[in-house]
Structures are given as structure tokens and as C-alpha cells.
């Protein structure tokens, strides 16, 4: 009895923490989901949006969304910009969170290859052409949010063979901006090094000061106790 009321009273003393804890996440959460600019559903190609690939290859094209508010009967598209018209390659629907998606239409040279666990819809194009150059779109229709469409474009680049050009640029610009961090790092060391110089030269001039007045006061007790050596004579 009395441990409970000891527990009860420490939980209502901690509550007021919790509450405020809860609030917190709460305010996170509407704040991610309803701040100005942030979508509730969200559409994603992923940091690099385009791509280079071998002529004759099979050409992964990412995509993934995100839902703060949820999503119910989600309808997603891939579709292929060609000169301005979508052309659909995929068209399939999720039921809900936890659903595997359910391919309505697919091109030939099509495969899914996404997973409702990790709400990824990526597919993959089959032996592209120099052809299958060009804008490839991912859009997602939520009806939970008015059937709002939320895309992301995924840019494809078609080679007969991939560039190195694009390696050593990188390592110029690398080896640039490596020089550049160095010769600031120098420049910086070289500053505190002067100025730790100055600074250690000044105090050697406040030494040479100081130490003369103490040679003056040493003068002075000397020159006291000269002083005072006739007194005790008188
Ligand atoms: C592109 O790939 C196809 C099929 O692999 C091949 O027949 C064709 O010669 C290739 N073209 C070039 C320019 O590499
Ligand atoms: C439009 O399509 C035609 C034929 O499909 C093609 O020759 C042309 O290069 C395209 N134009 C652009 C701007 O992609
Ligand atoms: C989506 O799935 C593809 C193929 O399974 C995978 O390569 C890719 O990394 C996944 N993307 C994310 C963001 O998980």
C-alpha cells in the first residue's frame, strides 16, 4: 500500500515531464508534416536524380516515398517524358502501409523492383538504347490528401561507354580544393606563427623591462641599506 502510493506519487511527479515531453514530439511531428514547403506525401529519386549507363544495360531507376499523415488505394506511376508526352511504363497501386504493391500495367521491358517495407518503387529498364535517353518521371497520387500528385524525374543518359573524363575532373577539382584547404591551413599556421613570434619577442621586451626595474629596486635596497648603515653608527 504505502509502495504504491509512494509509486503513484512519483509517477503524478513526473507526469508534468512526460506531458511536456510528449508535447514536444507532438509539435515535432506536426512540424514536419504541416511546416510550410514539406509535403505530406513525399517523392524521392534520391540525392543523385541522374544517371549514365552502358548501352545494352539494365538501369536501375530509383524512387521512394514517405507519408507523415499515412496513405490508403496509393495509385504510383513511371512514366518516360518523350518529347513533352508521358509515356507510362508502370502504373500499380498500394492498398495500404504493409501492402505489396499491385502491378496494373508494366512494359515489357519493365520489372518492379521496389519493396512496400521500405515504401521503395524503384524499377528496372531492360537492355536500354541510346533511345531510352531522357527525363523517366515517379509520381505517387494520395487520395488520403485529395488525390494530390507528388513527382519526382529521374534523368538517364545513354552511353556506348561510360567517361573517365568525369573521374579526372573530379580529381582535379578535388586536388584544387585540397590545395586550396592546404595553402589556407599554411597561410593560417604562418599568421599564428607570426604573431606567436611578435607576441614572444614583445614579452622578451617586457622581461628586459621588467628585470630592469628589479635591478632598480635591487639598487634601491642596496642603496637604502647603504643609507641605512650610517644610522645605527649615529
Ligand atoms: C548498343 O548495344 C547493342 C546491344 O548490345 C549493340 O548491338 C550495339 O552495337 C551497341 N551500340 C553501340 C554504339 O555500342
Ligand atoms: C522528338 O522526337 C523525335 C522523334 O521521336 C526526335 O527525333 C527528336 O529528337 C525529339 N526531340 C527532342 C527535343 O527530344
Ligand atoms: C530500392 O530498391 C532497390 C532494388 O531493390 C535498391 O537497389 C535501392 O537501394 C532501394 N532504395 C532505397 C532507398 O532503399
Known sequence: MKAGRTGSLLWSWVQP?????????????????????????????????SLEALNGSDVLLPCTFSSCIGFEDLLFRWSYNRNGTLELMLEA???????????????????FAGTSKSNNISIILLNV????????????????????????????????????????????????VGGLIGFLVVFLLGKKLILFAIAKSRERKECLVS?????????????????TKPTPKA
Open 17 to 49: 515531464e512526460e506531458w511536456i515531453f510528449k508535447g514536444l514530439l507532438l509539435t515535432l511531428l506536426l512540424g514536419v508534416c504541416w511546416s510550410p514547403g514539406a509535403h505530406s506525401l513525399e517523392v524521392s529519386v534520391g540525392k543523385i536524380p
Open 93 to 111: 497501386t498500394i492498398k495500404g502501409p504493409g501492402y505489396e504493391p499491385r502491378i496494373v500495367f508494366s512494359d515489357y521491358r519493365v520489372q
Open 129 to 176: 538504347d541510346f533511345e531510352d535517353s531522357g527525363q523517366y518521371i515517379c509520381y505517387a497520387k494520395n487520395p488520403k490528401e485529395k488525390n494530390r500528385v507528388h513527382r519526382a524525374t529521374y534523368t538517364l543518359l545513354v552511353v556506348s561507354e561510360l567517361k573517365v573524363v568525369d573521374k579526372t575532373l573530379t580529381t582535379i577539382i578535388a586536388s584544387v
Open 211 to 227: 628585470s630592469s626595474g628589479i635591478d632598480n629596486t635591487e639598487n634601491g635596497p642596496t642603496g637604502t641599506k647603504s643609507k
